[in-house]
C-alpha cells in the first residue's frame, strides 16, 4: 500500500543533506536524486577498493556528492520474491571532503598491474572516512589519462558557489549599495525601510529579492548583512511582535535553525513582500539552482588541448635556440687568451719552472709570465660581457 507523507516527511524529504553528508547502504528513498540534483559525469570500471574489494562499479560525479555504485552484489529479496540487484552506495557529500589525491596502486587481481587510483579523505560527526576508489578496467590507455580529473573539477566549483546553497553572516556581498551578483542571478525587488529585529533597538537596512536568494544589509554598515538562500528556509510566516506586524523566517537545520524577523511599514508592503517570497521559495524549492554547470566533454578538450601545448613545448627545436656567435671568444680578455694559449702549447711545461715567494700572497706560487702582472690575475675575465640571450 502506499504511504501517504505527512509534512514533516516532505519537509525531510526537501532537506538538503546530500552534500553535507557521509552515508552508506542508503534506503532506496534516498538513492533517488534530490531536486536540482543533476549527474555530470560518470567514470565506469572502479573499485571500491576498501569498501567492497573485488567489486566492479562506476563512479557517479553530481553537483552534491560522489555516489559509488556496486555493479556486482546481489540481494534475494524475500519479501518481493524475486533476486534484485543490490547497489552499495557510498555518498560522499562535497562539504565534508577534506582531502583528495591520486595514487599508482598495483591490483592484486591482474598480476599487480599498475593502475590509478582516487583517494578522498572526509570527516562526518567527527569520524574520519577513508575511500579508495580503483580503476579495474585493465585499460593501458587509461593510465596515463586524468580519468578523475572530473572530481577534482567538480568539488572546486562547489567550494567557489556556497552562496547558492549556504546561509552567510557578514559577507562581502554588497558593495557601494549595490549587490554583488551571482551567475545567473537576477534582481526582482528592492525593498528599503526594512527593520532587523534581531536586537532590542533594531537596525534599519534594506532588503534584495533575487531569484536565489533574500538579502539583507544594514544602510550605515553594508558589512552587517544576510544573504539566505531560498534553499535553508524553512518557514515563511507574518507573526505579532511587541514591534507590530513582523515578517519571521525560520532557517533549516542545516542553515543554523535561526529564526530571523522583520519589520517593514506599512503592513500593505509588508504582506505583498511576503507573498513575493513565498512564490519565490516555492517556485525554487521544486527547481533549485546548486550553483555548479560543468560540462566534461568541454573539459576533456581543455585537458587535452593543454597536453597537446606541453607536449609541442618539450620538442626541440633548432629553430628555437639561437646560434653561438663565436666572436664571443674575442671579448674575452687578451691577458687570458694568451696565458691559455702559453699552457695549452705546452710553453710551461716545456721547461720545468721553480715556485718562487709571494710576500703579496704569503705561500709559493708558479713565476708569473713576462709582461704580467699579480694583480692580472684576477682580471681574468672581462668585466662586462654581452648577454646574448636577449
Known sequence: MLKTLSKADI??????????????????????????????????????????PGDTGKLLITNLRIIWHSLVHKKFNLCEAFEEYLRILPTIGYARIGTTNTRVVHMHTKGRIPSQALYILATSNETRFEFLFTDVSGETARRDQPIFASVFDVHLLYQRTFLYRDLKLRGAIVQAGQLILLPDEQVYSQVQGVWNLSSDQGNLGSFVVTNIRLVWYADANETFNISLPY??????????????????????????????????????????????????????????????????QEARKRVAAAAEEAAQATQFKIEDYPELDERQEREINTKLNSYLAAGCLGALSTEQQTPIYCKELGFAMEPIPDGYKLQDLWNVMPTKMTDYDE
Open 11 to 52: 519537509a525531510q524529504q526537501n532537506l538538503l543533506w546530500e552534500d553535507k553528508e557521509v552515508k552508506f547502504d542508503v534506503p532506496q528513498l534516498h538513492t533517488r536524486l534530490h531536486c536540482g540534483e543533476k549527474i555530470l559525469d560518470t567514470i565506469n570500471h572502479i573499485e571500491d577498493s576498501k569498501g567492497n
Open 231 to 296: 534553499l535553508q528556509i524553512e518557514s515563511l510566516r507574518i507573526r505579532e511582535s511587541k514591534y507590530g506586524p513582523a515578517l519571521v523566517i525560520q532557517t533549516a537545520e542545516t542553515g543554523g535553525g535561526y529564526v530571523l524577523g522583520f519589520r517593514i511599514d506599512p503592513v500593505e508592503r509588508l504582506t505583498e513582500l511576503f507573498k513575493e517570497l513565498c512564490s519565490l521559495h516555492t517556485i525554487y524549492t521544486d527547481q533549485p539552482n546548486f550553483g555548479v554547470h560543468y560540462d566534461p
